[in-house]
């Protein structure tokens, strides 16, 4: 059974750099085929779609985010990673992570989220 | 940047069906946007519902069904229960490059 797991601090400054990890356990994250994912959810509002980095390592990124997103990975630690820089306060929600199989199997595996507040 | 637009609300009787849909600022939506349909539950994350405009998950409910309709992506429910009150997300693909969520659709089973 994979499991996702967000980490990272649940409090950060305005114009400081978001910085989250996810884990993976269960699976292996240089197995192929997959796009490891980042979403999040404003509190009280819908989805947006960050990014996701394939296990290639090509990533891709929502337009509206690309200058101030970076998702890399970690195939030793099997762990993938969100920096989002220059924050403010509409940075401030939940972020997933998610395994996105593509048309084979769609987003099976998600993380339980982990809320991130930007404020001084 | 495509806006995609769901309904915000709707109702279903218990053992009703109903459709939801997606639709995108730039356009029909065709297979090839790959829709994804996503049920989600106050304080839980998403849990996909469909994937590839049709395709189930195991633990996806067979009264649940995916297609195109319309130029749009449609998510039906037939057979309603009250467990399928929650907020229903769609999902489209632009060019294979990034995607776009729609803003939900808020579900009652009243």
């Known amino acids: 059974q994979v499991q996702l797991q967000e980490s990272g601090p649940g409090l950060v400054k305005p114009s400081q750099t978001l910085s989250l990890t996810c884990t993976v356990s269960g699976g292996s994250i240089s197995s192929g085929g997959y796009y490891w994912s980042w979403i999040r959810q404003h509190p009280g509002k819908g989805l947006e779609w960050i990014g996701y980095?394939?296990?290639?390592?090509?990533?891709y990124y929502n337009p509206s985010l690309k200058s101030r997103v970076t998702i890399s990975v970690d195939t030793s630690k099997n762990q993938f990673s969100l920096k989002l820089s220059s924050v403010t306060a509409a940075d401030t929600a939940v972020y997933y992570c998610a395994r996105d199989g593509g048309i084979l199997t769609g987003y099976d595996y998600w993380g339980q989220g982990t809320l991130v507040t930007v404020s001084s | 940047q495509a806006v995609v637009t769901q309904e915000p609300s709707l109702t279903v009787s218990p053992g009703g069906t109903v459709t939801l849909t997606c639709g995108s600022s730039t356009g029909a939506v065709t297979s090839g946007h790959y829709p994804y349909w996503f049920q989600q539950k106050p304080g839980q994350a998403p849990r996909t519902l469909i994937y590839?405009?049709?395709n189930k998950h195991s633990w996806t409910p067979a009264r649940f069904s995916g297609s195109l309709l319309g130029g749009k992506a449609a998510l039906t429910l037939s057979g309603a229960q009250p467990e399928d009150e929650a907020e229903y997300y769609c999902?489209?693909?632009?060019?294979?490059?990034?995607?776009?969520f729609g803003g939900g659709t808020k579900l009652t089973v009243l």
């Open positions: 999902l489209l693909s632009y060019s294979g490059a990034f995607w776009v």
């Open positions: 980095i394939y296990y290639s390592g090509s990533t």
């Open positions: 590839d405009t049709s």
